[in-house]
């Protein structure tokens, strides 16, 4: 399984971007989806995720900015991220979790946001 996160660029505060993470070798309905971040000099942190029902989670920090969703027709996930906080800067790393418990990682996104 192969995972490919794009759509990471520079935006103002304020602005929107949205990640997507196509997934390769499998179908993307058989995993929890989800992404992590990780800004400089800090541990890496959970985002959001979404499990095979379509149930959403996220962590405080993102709730009412961020949307993951995921289209299996495509194989692919997203993160739309409005609202954009200086502080959300950081390398973005989406991930599919199988029922075995193995976790694929993509190879991250820079999102940066000015000020």
């Known amino acids: 399984v192969q995972l490919q996160a794009s759509g990471g660029g520079l935006v103002q505060a304020g602005g929107s971007l949205r990640l997507s993470c196509a997934v390769f070798?499998?179908?993307?309905?058989?995993?929890?989806m989800g992404w992590f971040r990780q800004a400089p000099g800090k541990e890496r942190e959970f985002v959001a995720a979404?499990?095979?029902?379509?149930?959403?989670f996220y962590a405080d920090s993102v709730k009412g900015r961020f949307t993951i969703s995921r289209d299996n027709a495509k194989n692919t996930g997203y993160l739309q991220m409005n609202s954009l906080k200086p502080e959300d800067t950081a390398v973005y790393y989406c991930?599919?979790?199988?029922?075995?418990?193995?976790?694929?990682w993509g190879q991250g996104t820079q999102v940066t946001v000015s000020s």
């Open positions: 979404i499990n095979l029902s379509g149930n959403t």
């Open positions: 991930y599919a979790l199988a029922n075995s418990g193995t976790t694929y």
């Open positions: 070798g499998r179908t993307v309905r058989n995993y929890v």
